[in-house]
């Protein structure tokens, strides 16, 4: 048995696995993780979640994509593609109305076409979900629960669809998280496509990892939902 090639060297004690060169110099210089942020992106697929998808695989880094229905028919492609990567997926409407001011049958309709689409195209069933603008009564939020999925909002919202340059979007999101934050972001958008490696380069230097989103049984007051940043 070639133990080499197993990773194994043998010293006076025995064999002991082998370190790579560099490998303690990387460990020493990687910050120690203290908590999780969960990026999410709202109304794709299209074209710029490709782009994020690139930096997000680039950065070895995952994410939540809030996905309209209507656009998963058109850019397939983008949605199963985020689904493959590991990504998570969830439910933003189908054609992105404000639910709570639309008849309840209307939005039952927008909801139950997005999770079909969304199952269909990428073979996951959505178990998370963004209401358009935010925007939610209680029959709404009853609703998506009916589909099993819930309701998530955020705790930061960078406002990156305004127009904002890069640099002021990344160092907004960077002064206002912390562990367990949800942050609401657009992957359309040309300057959040330009800040993110930054971001979550940043997010790393204050010991902070991207994050998948869990459901808890406590309502999280930073992110106005049952929900937190967790651990992949």
């Known amino acids: ?72 028919e058109t850019d397939w492609r983008y949605a199963s593609r985020a689904a493959l990567a590991g990504h998570a997926i969830g439910n933003h409407s189908y054609s992105h109305p404000d639910l709570a001011a639309i008849p309840l049958k209307d939005a039952a309709v927008e909801l139950g076409r997005t999770q079909a689409a969304i199952t269909r195209y990428t073979g996951a069933v959505p178990m998370l979900g963004r209401p358009p603008f935010g925007s939610a009564n209680e029959d709404v939020v009853r609703l998506f629960r009916e589909y099993g999925v819930e309701p998530v909002l955020w705790a930061y919202n960078p406002e990156d669809n305004a127009g904002q340059a890069a640099a002021a979007i990344g160092a907004a999101v960077l002064g206002a998280v912390r562990d367990g934050d949800i942050v609401l972001l657009h992957c359309a958008q040309r300057e959040t496509q330009r800040m993110l490696p930054e971001l979550i380069s940043g997010l790393r230097a204050r010991g902070l990892e991207p994050g998948r989103i869990e459901i808890t049984g406590e309502y999280q007051e930073r992110n106005h939902s049952y929900a937190r940043a967790v651990a992949w």
């Not at 070639?2 to 020493?28: E, H």
């Open 1 to 72: 048995m070639d133990r080499q090639a197993m990773g194994l060297t043998l010293t006076a004690n025995g064999f002991v696995p082998t370190v790579r060169p560099g490998a303690l110099a990387v460990a020493a210089t990687r910050p120690v993780i203290r908590g999780y942020v969960a990026l999410t992106f709202d109304d794709g697929p299209s074209a710029g979640t490709g782009v994020v998808l690139n930096i997000l695989a680039e950065a070895q880094a995952r994410a939540t994509f809030f996905f309209v229905g209507g656009g998963v």
